[in-house]
């Protein structure tokens, strides 16, 4: 089983940075990619960006691509979203999730297992 607990949300003015951290426990050794994704209200969860393990690649969104940096830590088992210039529009529940296998595409939300229990950012305009 994997566990994955998101930090660092909350409210901030459009223009300003948060960083959200993503700690995971469990059996996360054999994790293909980790990812982000958000929810924003009457909206489907939609991809933000992603990582992957083996060799540190990383995709984004084109809605953040420029503003959004995903990082890691292995020593941590930890996974970082670094969000700057932040937009009202980027108002959302962001969830972090694993990405197991090898099956499906970084960017399908449905292609990741396990997911944390989400944590809401706030842009005030």
């Known amino acids: 089983q994997v566990q994955l607990v998101e930090s660092g949300g909350g409210l901030v003015q459009a223009g300003g940075s948060l960083r959200l951290s993503c700690a995971a426990s469990?059996?996360?050794?054999?994790?293909?990619?980790m990812g982000w994704f958000r929810q924003a209200p009457g909206k489907e969860r939609e991809f933000v960006a992603a990582?992957?393990?083996?060799?540190?690649?990383?995709y984004y969104a084109a809605s953040v691509k420029g503003r959004f940096t995903i990082s890691r830590d292995d020593a941590k088992n930890t996974v970082y979203l670094q969000m700057n210039s932040l937009k009202p529009e980027d108002t959302a529940v962001y969830y972090c999730?694993?990405?197991?296998?090898?099956?499906?595409?970084?960017?399908?939300?449905?292609?990741?297992?396990?997911w944390g229990q989400g944590i809401q950012v706030t842009v005030s305009s």
């Open positions: 990582i992957r393990w083996s060799d540190v690649n990383t």
């Open positions: 469990g059996r996360t050794f054999s994790a293909y990619a």
């Open positions: 999730a694993l990405k197991r296998g090898y099956g499906g595409s970084v960017y399908q939300l449905r292609a990741y297992e396990y």
